[in-house]
Nanobody, 112 residues
Framework: QVQLVESGGGLVQPGGSLRISCAASGFTFWTYAMRWFRQAPGKEREFVASIGWNGGTTDYADSVKGRFTISRDNAKNTVYLEMNNLKPEDTAVYYC?????WGQGTQVTVSS
């Protein structure tokens, strides 16, 4: 049974930083690309970042390029999203994704 469990969300001031994590289980983690998506209130879920199976290939939405960094630790079956210089428009529920599987999400709120 595939499980994706996000953690690390919270309230941060504009310009601040946060790292969120996704712990995976139930599948051979190191063979899959992983992705982060987010969904703000009243908006559709949108792609944020992806990382290849060995971490060698990454891709980002234009809105987060240069501020967010996706990484993974295959020994820990975990994917991370380091978020810097956060803006109020980054406020959303952040979801971990593998193919058709989703986690429950973690709330990130950027506000002063």
């Amino acid at each position: 049974q595939v499980q994706l469990v996000e953690s690390g969300g919270g309230l941060v001031q504009p310009g601040g930083s946060l790292r969120i994590s996704c712990a995976a289980s139930g599948f051979t983690f190191w063979t899959y690309a992983m992705r982060w998506f987010r969904q703000a209130p009243g908006k559709e879920r949108e792609f944020v970042a992806s990382i290849g199976w060995n971490g060698g290939t990454t891709d980002y939405a234009d809105s987060v390029k240069g501020r967010f960094t996706i990484s993974r630790d295959n020994a820990k079956n975990t994917v991370y999203l380091e978020m810097n210089n956060l803006k109020p428009e980054d406020t959303a529920v952040y979801y971990c994704n593998r193919a058709g599987d989703w986690g429950q999400g973690t709330q990130v709120t950027v506000s002063s």
